[in-house]
């Protein structure tokens, strides 16, 4: 994209989603209750997407004769590919990464994607997916005491030590979220843009590109990219090492490679005194509203 960009004299618009980072219609009532968030919907974030085009276009010099592609993966890909479709006055295209657009039910099985996720660690190692899989047993099992709560929080270093089962579910949740992660960000070049968001912003909106020599209005490059070089694929690999056990091991073995595999994600420089499971690489992006969509 940034590539691409510069060779065309692009100019690159991240637009906010409503309710995501700084873009709340009601200040801080605007997840109070349902009233507030009748107007979270896809269809009216691509209603503003559209007005911010058209706003740009007739303020900025040189934008209006300026043809527009959306840009988005994911949940931002969709938007990007439905609003291709329903504005096609607007955008003379879209690109559309890893976009799900028709995945809701009835149309594609809930569990097709939690099935990629597990087809790729199953590729990256002996015994991986199996013993993911038998990792929540095993931390059931072992986070049934006091004892095994503590033995738990130490293994993991985790910041927090695990007090009682609604913690360990978010325990879970955090973990989960570290293999769909590892599987879903498998490009075969270098990738962190996990770690690039700014606190309070969102990836949810679509990248608007407007194809004309206006580059010079914001400048293309305002980011240095300071990043590690380790690719995620490389990384899951790496993850899986310790995860190649036989069916033999006890859940403290078992969970004692689960927590070396995280710290290859989380804490892969040894310079983390503790993990801290509330927060997560997607932890910025607004929790909140995403569940709120997605129910």
């Known amino acids: 994209m940034w590539e691409i960009a510069e060779e065309l004299g692009a100019m690159l618009v991240f637009a906010e989603h409503r309710y995501y980072g700084e873009s709340l219609p009601f200040g801080p009532d605007s997840y109070s209750d349902s009233k507030h968030l ?5 269809e009216q974030a691509l209603a503003d997407f559209a007005v911010l085009i058209q706003d740009m276009k007739s ?5 209006q004769h300026s043809p527009v592609i959306a840009i988005g993966g994911s949940y931002g890909g969709m938007l990007s590919a439905w609003f291709r479709m329903k504005y096609p006055n607007i955008v003379v295209g879209a690109l559309a990464a890893s976009a799900p657009i028709w995945q809701f039910p009835g149309m594609v099985p809930c569990g097709d994607f939690y099935k990629i996720v597990t087809q790729d660690f199953a590729k990256s ?9 038998k990792s929540w047993k095993a931390i059931e099992n072992v986070s049934s005491t006091a004892s095994g709560l503590q033995w738990l929080s130490d293994e993991f270093s985790l910041c927090s030590p695990l007090k009682n089962m609604i913690e360990v579910t978010g325990f879970k949740n955090w973990l989960q979220e570290t293999w769909v992660n590892l599987a879903m960000v498998d490009y075969p070049y270098e990738a962190n843009f996990f770690s690039l968001f700014l606190p309070g912003r ?9 194809l004309r020599q206006i580059s010079e ?4 490059r305002t980011l240095t990219w300071h990043h590690r070089k380790r690719t995620f694929a490389q990384s899951r690999l790496a993850v899986c090492k310790h995860l190649a056990l036989d069916s033999t091991v006890s859940d403290h073995q078992l969970l004692h490679g689960v927590a070396q595999a995280a710290k290859v994600y989380y804490n892969y420089t040894g310079s983390s005194s503790c993990l801290n499971t509330s927060q997560t690489a997607t932890g910025s992006l607004g929790f909140l509203g995403w569940y709120y969509q997605v129910q």
Request: with cysteine; aromatic share 12%; charged share 5%.
């Open 38 to 42: 009748n107007y979270l919907t896809s």
């Open 59 to 63: 303020t900025l010099p040189g934008a």
């Open 125 to 133: 190692g002996y015994n991986c997916d199996t013993n993911i899989r």
């Open 202 to 210: 969102s990836s949810s909106g679509p990248f608007i590109c407007t």
């Open 217 to 220: 209005v914001f400048p293309l």
